[in-house]
């Protein structure tokens, strides 16, 4: 299959509902993620604390999209019908197959459920199985020690450190991990978030763990930004 860019669609799987990001999903974001300093801590955006701090960062998201260099979605958890994210993809190159994830924002209350796997699940599968893209790849802050052992336990290749990567909102620079998935990998990637969504829609599981293992709590992982 010939790679092509992603479109805005609606991806649904068994826990959540991958819908393209639009003004009115703010209301329902702001509700689950903002003004959350742990939600927002490793992303290179400042939290927001106003529903129209919140408008002010997707803003330039969706005139991105109109424009064709992202796609962005709104995490929808299926049980509750809330919005409970962001996912999306930018950074795509048909001819070298590749696609990049980015800003992916989970609620604190949705960690470590059945839904976080199923959001990664979904850009995943729908990168290599629709899109016939042949790499897929994000980066995340060197010190999300949990991001990184939930990258690293699914089967996520790190591909090493970018140092003095990206600007913070403060001003400081960070170090950022680089992961990947090759379109070779995604079977057994696939097979082991299956298995831990399986195991989280259970019951919790041992240990702490990241997004997207344990119980559903009311309502997925973090993050490559």
């Avoid at 070298?96 to 604190?108: G, Y």
């Avoid at 600007?167 to 097979?191: N, Q």
């Amino acid at each position: 299959m010939p790679a092509r860019a992603p479109r805005p669609v609606v991806l649904t799987g068994p826990h959540v509902r991958l819908e393209p990001l639009s003004r009115d999903h703010l209301e329902g974001l702001f509700a689950t993620c903002g003004g959350d300093e742990e939600v927002w801590r490793w992303l290179i955006a400042p939290t927001p604390r106003t529903p129209g701090e919140l408008a002010a960062l997707v803003e330039p998201l969706l005139a991105q999209m109109r424009d064709g260099e992202r796609v962005q979605f709104a995490v929808r958890d299926r049980g509750t019908d809330r919005a409970i994210g962001i996912a999306g993809y930018r950074a795509f190159d048909v001819r070298h197959e590749r696609i990049k994830l980015s800003w992916l924002v989970i609620a604190r209350p949705y960690w470590r459920t059945a839904a976080a796997c199923g959001t990664l699940a979904l850009q995943l599968a729908h990168a290599f199985e629709d899109l016939g893209m042949r790499r897929v790849f994000w980066h995340t802050d060197h010190r999300n020690h949990r991001a990184r052992g939930f990258f690293d336990s699914v089967g996520a290749h790190c591909e090493g450190t970018h140092r003095r990567d990206i600007r913070l909102p403060d001003g400081t620079f960070r170090d950022s991990d680089y992961y990947s998935v090759l379109r070779e990998e995604w079977p057994e990637v696939k097979a082991r978030l299956t298995a831990r969504a399986a195991r989280a829609a259970a019951g919790p599981a041992p240990g702490g763990g990241e997004p997207g293992d344990g119980a559903r709590r009311g309502g997925p992982p973090r993050r490559p930004s």
